[in-house]
């Protein structure tokens, strides 16, 4: 079946540094992915996706390329704010004729002044 | 506000009892999942509906059912609770199925006592 693994939490930056957070997935076909972010005592928000293999997703200075030959789809910050503190869940959906969505169990952020 | 909306917002109740949860999609989306996401477990699909119809089974249990009415708001019904079902649950929708992106309602947190 398929399944998203991100790297194990927390990951604790100064405001200003740069931020990676790792995410490989497995699965059939084609499926999109996308990242989301939750704010302490909030859902779960859409924070951007890409749809096919080589596709740029960006929302608020993030980015996430999929790349289909490393499986992968690692979320990017040049600049990291107070504000990003949060937990970022990579996911997938579709695919193979899959209707199930998949998430990553979650990374959480924390960002010092 | 991502237009879903979720009642309780919070519910605490006693093992063995009966709870049903409530969403409402955004207007227009006609897919509705349900999740449920504790500290251990992460965030778990259960199931998911499609204009009325079940489309995805994922790790729901025996005593958990859902339905999605012809208004298109949906119910999770929880019973013979037991202490382990404690956690938030959530509900997200989507215009369909398969690779679009999902909106998240702001959660019920249940707990079982």
């Known amino acids: 079946g398929n399944s998203v693994t991100q790297m194990e939490g927390p990951v604790t930056l100064s405001e200003e540094a740069f931020l990676t957070i790792n995410c490989t997935y497995t699965a059939t076909g084609y499926p999109s992915l996308f990242w989301y972010v939750q704010y302490p005592g909030e859902g779960l928000q859409l924070l951007l996706k890409a749809t096919k293999a080589d596709d740029k997703g960006s929302n608020k200075g993030f980015e996430a390329t999929y790349r289909k030959e490393t499986t992968s789809f690692h979320l990017e910050k040049g600049s990291v704010q107070v504000s990003d503190s949060a937990v970022y869940f990579c996911a997938l959906s579709g695919g193979g004729g899959s209707y199930i969505p998949t998430f990553g169990r979650g990374t959480s952020l924390i960002v010092h002044p | 506000d991502s237009g879903v909306t979720q009642t309780p917002k919070h519910l605490i109740t006693a093992t063995g009892q009966r709870v049903t949860l409530r969403c409402s999609p955004r207007?227009?989306?006609?897919?509705v999942y349900w999740y449920q996401q504790s500290l251990d477990q992460g965030l778990q699909f259960l199931i998911q509906?499609?204009?009325?119809?079940?489309?995805a089974k994922g790790n729901i249990l025996e005593r958990f059912s859902a339905q999605q009415f012809p208004d298109l708001h949906s119910e999770l019904n929880l019973s013979s609770l037991e202490l382990g079902d404690s956690a938030l649950y959530f509900c997200?929708?989507?215009?369909?199925?398969?690779?679009?992106?999902?909106?998240f309602g702001p959660g019920t947190r249940l707990t079982v006592t």
């Open positions: 997200a929708s989507s215009v369909a199925g398969g690779n679009y992106e999902q909106y």
């Open positions: 207007s227009g989306d006609l897919s």
């Open positions: 509906y499609y204009n009325g119809e079940e489309r």
